[in-house]
């Protein structure tokens, strides 16, 4: 699990009864996916710098067709 941290934080009152109407849970949880989309928008902009940078090869049609993988078992 992840280390928790207990903060006190000062936030608009409105702002909060907003998030948290929208969100349907409490303040804790509010703030926690409030948290998640801050770190998930750096990471998708790290990618978007990436962008045109690293050559990746992927052919298409070759991953469509079926392939006759032996397991180890019976079919």
Do not use: C, N, W
């Not at 909060?16 to 928008?41: N, Y």
Request: proline share 1%.
């Amino acid at each position: 699990m992840t280390e928790m941290k207990k903060v006190t934080a000062f936030v608009p009152a409105g702002l909060l009864a907003s998030a948290q109407e929208e969100t349907g849970v409490g303040i804790s949880e509010t703030l926690r996916i409030g948290l998640q989309k801050i770190a998930h928008e750096r990471f998708y902009k790290g990618m978007q710098a990436l962008r045109g940078k690293v050559d990746f090869e992927f052919d298409i049609d070759a991953s469509r067709e079926d392939k006759d993988h032996d397991f180890g078992g019976e079919r």
